[in-house]
């Protein structure tokens, strides 16, 4: 088993922290391997940014997707520029409000997960609210491992808060159905 994982924005959205911590889940609090790369503009925040990040139950011999499994979208520029190599049987998660061109003629799961986290009270945990939407549609690394994961990453004043984001993200994933 080999999975491609790409999650895309813009600078600031907390992408790269996102493929950091799916890599931590599968290879830290799991048993997989795991490779992430990451890859933003010159201008870091408010450029397209993109994390990759490769999960395997046995080595991974080349870091750099092939095909991308599941694809996760939180800015329209990310969507629109990062979508060349989609499997054709790719997962595809972004969230409508900040992706609202999103036609591609394949179904997509729809979470809102800025609204998520506006509802918390803070949109810095966009990116965590849509981690748990990940684990919630995409069955890979158990919730728990994912869960760890996000607890181990963040920082400890903001613990509670994370959670809160992940499970919300996690339900609302569960709930989501490809359109």
């Known amino acids: 088993m080999k999975k491609d994982i790409r999650i895309c924005g813009f600078g600031g959205q907390g992408v790269i922290l996102s493929g950091f911590i799916i890599g931590k889940a599968a290879c830290v609090f799991h048993t997989f391997n795991a490779v992430q ?28 997707p092939t095909g991308v499994d599941v694809y996760v979208a939180i800015a329209q520029e990310a969507f629109n520029t990062y979508q060349d190599d989609l499997r054709e049987d790719a997962i595809i998660i972004i969230d409508p409000d900040l992706v ?11 979470v809102q997960v800025q609204k998520i986290a506006e509802d918390l ?37 903001f613990t509670d808060l994370n959670i809160k ?6 339900e609302a994933g569960k709930n989501a159905k490809p359109e």
Do not use: C, W
């Not at 609202?100 to 799961?109: E, F, S, V």
């Open 37 to 64: 790369s990451q890859s933003y503009g010159p201008e870091a925040r408010g450029g397209a940014a993109r994390s990759e990040v490769i999960v395997s139950d046995e080595k991974i011999g080349y870091p750099r």
């Open 165 to 170: 984001a992940f499970e919300r993200g996690y």
């Open 121 to 157: 009270g803070n949109k810095i945990v966009t990116n965590i609210a849509m981690i748990g939407a990940i684990s919630g549609i995409y069955d890979l690394i158990p919730k728990e491992a994912m869960l760890n994961a996000v607890v181990d990453s963040v920082p400890k004043r």
């Open 100 to 110: 609202p061109n999103h036609d591609i003629g394949r179904p997509i799961y729809k």
